[in-house]
């Protein structure tokens, strides 16, 4: 499998990773598939994939010792385990303890101070770390105690054809009608520019402190 990506042109993967513990893996997927999951990384190692990355959300009900067991993944092997701040979605209560920082201490009282490394083009919103002995590399994408909201340029689209421009806002555009109808491509660029300038300025959480009870949109 890995041989036909490779052909078609795939240097760079992303595995989403939130626990070693076989347990708690199948609690969060729903699925009791961890051994397949850790196959497929070790697949990627193998293979001649040029980046690879390993994505871990900072849950508020995971222990920080399935933390540190993650970040070992890239004490011996050239890849970025890359820890994302918990954000929570509409309706839900935002945590009140900063996981990232207890992260960040707990790393260095065991591996040693963390080297802020220099932005390259393979980041993305992370701020990456090397470690003494580490290969690999580690990332922090801190999106509420350290907001980038203002230079995010992230846009997705969805499977049912919708331009998504902030996952924290139902605001988008529908471009499965435009690609259906009978729109020239000129036209359908007019919308998606259009679209983009009304990305919100910054995700809820961070609009609400800055001005609560507004939700603020670019314009």
């Not at 939130?18 to 196959?39: F, K, M, S």
């Not at 980046?51 to 871990?56: A, E, L």
């Not at 580490?134 to 331009?163: E, Q, V, Y």
Request: with cysteine; aromatic share 6%.
């Amino acid at each position: 499998m890995w041989d036909d990506l490779e052909l078609a042109g795939l240097d760079a993967v992303n595995i989403s990773l939130d626990t070693l513990d076989r347990e708690r893996y199948a609690a969060i997927t729903g699925r009791d598939v961890l051994d397949r999951a850790l196959a497929g990384l070790d697949a990627a190692l193998n293979s001649q994939i040029k980046q690879i990355k390993v994505n871990c959300v900072l849950s508020p009900d995971m222990p920080l010792s399935d933390w540190v067991d993650l970040a070992l993944l890239a004490k011996d092997q050239a890849i970025d385990v890359r820890f994302i701040e918990w954000m929570p979605m509409v309706g839900e209560a935002p945590v009140q303890e900063d996981y990232v920082t207890l992260l960040q201490q707990e790393l260095e009282a065991k591996f040693g101070r963390l080297q802020a490394l220099r932005k390259d083009g393979t980041a993305g919103p992370a701020e990456m770390f090397a470690l003494p002995a580490f290969k690999g590399r580690l990332g922090i994408i801190a999106a509420m105690s350290h907001s980038f909201c203002d230079r995010c340029n992230r846009l997705r689209l969805t499977s049912t054809g919708r331009l998504q421009l902030c996952l924290f806002y139902d605001t988008g555009l529908e471009l499965k009608a435009f690609l259906r109808g009978n729109y020239s491509d000129t036209e359908i660029s007019a919308a998606i520019e259009q679209a983009i300038k009304n990305k919100p300025a910054a995700h809820r959480a961070v609009a609400e402190k800055q001005e609560p009870g507004m939700y603020k949109s670019g314009g």
